[in-house]
């Protein structure tokens, strides 16, 4: 499977608990995007790597959440201190540099239920 | 910031009908407009784009129109099939920036045999 993998697909955690999600984005992909969807809702940005460069944060991301992409390949997203608030679906999008590829392809996205 | 309206929230039409979905944007630097499809549990996928160079484009069943001057662009699906049910949303982007999308809220299409 050649697309953008996400890992795990379900988490279910306790308030207060830390949770770290996976992306594997299309090998030759320089730009990754996180979203997060809730419940009747369009995807809202999250953040945005080129290659391993964090170059956008959106205000939606506190302090609480941290990316990475360290060698410009798979990325994680991390949240401490999970509250019901971060329930969503967390999406992960890779796309080529512009002029080649504006397309985002999604991945399957990982679903967090906070309890 | 861009921001992306889309109307209707849920559309219903009888198999056969067109069906046609409604976004405007607020950003005039935006300059690519993709359509994503989203079924229930699944990831979004692209249907159809447009850039903002180009007026309408076409594929199959599926057309998209884009009004630069008044900032908005259209989704139509004709002659519509049960597959087509599905949540549609639309987004904007600067593609020379980070390329990030603006998507709109989504709209529910149900396709009634």
């Known amino acids: 499977d050649t697309g953008v993998s996400q890992d795990p697909r379900h988490k279910i955690t306790k308030r207060g608990q830390n949770v770290t999600f996976r992306c594997d984005p299309i090998?030759?992909?320089?730009?990754l995007y996180w979203y997060r969807q809730t419940l009747g809702q369009g995807p809202e940005f999250l953040t945005y790597f080129q290659n391993e460069a964090q170059l956008e944060k959106s205000r939606l991301l506190s302090d609480r959440f941290s990316a990475e992409r360290p060698k410009g390949s798979f990325s994680t997203l991390e949240i401490q201190r999970t509250e019901q608030g971060d329930s969503a679906m967390y999406l992960c999008?890779?796309?080529?540099?512009?002029?080649?590829?504006?397309?985002?392809?999604f991945g399957p996205g990982t679903r967090l239920t906070v309890l | 910031g861009e921001n992306v309206e889309q109307h209707p929230s849920t559309l219903s039409v009888q198999e056969g009908d067109s069906a046609v979905i409604k976004c405007t944007y607020s950003?005039?630097?935006?300059?690519?407009f993709p359509w994503y499809k989203q079924e229930l549990g699944k990831r979004p996928q692209l249907i159809i784009d447009?850039?903002?160079?180009?007026g309408e484009k076409k594929d199959q069943r599926i057309a998209v129109t884009l009004n630069k001057t008044a900032k908005h662009f259209s989704l139509h699906i004709t002659e519509t099939q049960p597959e087509d049910s599905a949540v549609y949303f639309c987004a904007a982007s600067v593609t020379d920036s980070w390329g990030k999308f603006q998507f709109g809220a989504g709209t529910q299409v149900v396709v009634t045999p």
């Open positions: 950003d005039s630097a935006s300059n690519y």
């Open positions: 999008a890779s796309s080529q540099l512009a002029p080649r590829g504006d397309e985002q392809f």
């Open positions: 090998s030759e992909h320089n730009r």
């Open positions: 447009i850039r903002s160079n180009v």
